[in-house]
């Protein structure tokens, strides 16, 4: 299965494709992850990207689209994959529809997960991230026992700094502008199926599940 999740920053797509993952065994590529990575690391990849991330700017479509490229030919991908977090452009869209035919492969479905702009800020600035396995907890819903300790791996859970108010304006600026026409793009290729995000996260996923199992 070949799967893009969509949606607005904080919208849930990591929430729901760690779900994913845990069912389904697909390799979940989340691209600000990826990114993350190289910041920790200190790579020049790293150093790049954390000037666009710190100000809640698009890393350069031709270095993100590089660096998804090279991930799907890993031969983890082979059996399908989530994406999260791309295509975020038309461009990344286009190259992303040109290199799965290259390979004689295309998507199978693009989930929206959908939640009203009202609420993103809300939840963007309560979201809190273990720094070591990326497991999402929030401050207005569930926080590791022991505090600032991930319950799953002892790492760090802290504040990504472009969950900050003042970036988080921009991030949202920026998915209307770049993101949300792929929402129409998807669309007229017959192959968005919307969720609404707007409710508890089990409830989403419910229905995240159901819409996969119908493709399988
Ligand atoms: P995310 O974790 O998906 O919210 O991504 C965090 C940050 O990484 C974004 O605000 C961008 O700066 C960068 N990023 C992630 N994915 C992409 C992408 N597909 N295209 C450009 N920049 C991206």
Do not use: W
Not at 10 to 24: I, N
Not at 159 to 167: I, L
Not at 178 to 195: A, F, H, K, S
């Amino acid at each position: 299965m070949n799967i893009v999740l969509l949606g607005a920053p904080g919208a849930g797509k990591g929430t729901q494709a760690a779900r994913m993952v845990e069912e389904f065994a697909l390799p979940h590529i989340s691209t600000g992850d990826i990114f993350r990575k190289a910041v920790a690391d200190g790579t020049p990849l790293g150093l790049e990207a954390k000037r666009y991330m710190d100000a809640g700017e698009l890393v350069p479509d031709e270095v993100t689209i590089g660096i998804v490229k090279e991930r799907l030919a890993q031969p983890d991908c082979e059996a399908g994959f989530i994406l999260d977090g791309f295509p975020r452009t038309v461009p990344q869209a286009d190259a992303l529809g040109t290199a799965l035919a290259s390979m004689g492969r295309a998507l199978d479905a693009v989930v929206l997960v959908d939640v009203p702009s009202s609420a993103l800020v809300a939840r963007l600035t309560s979201r809190r991230q273990c720094r070591v396995c990326g497991r999402i907890y929030n401050t207005m819903g569930e926080m590791p026992a022991k505090a600032d300790v991930c319950d799953s791996c002892g790492g760090e859970v802290y504040q990504r700094a472009d969950d900050s108010v003042e970036t988080v304006t921009n991030r949202l600026a920026v998915y209307e502008a770049n993101t949300q026409p792929l929402i129409e793009y998807y669309r007229e290729l017959g192959l968005l199926r919307t969720v609404d995000g707007d409710r508890d996260v089990d409830d989403v996923y419910a229905d995240v599940a159901a819409l996969l199992h119908s493709l399988s």
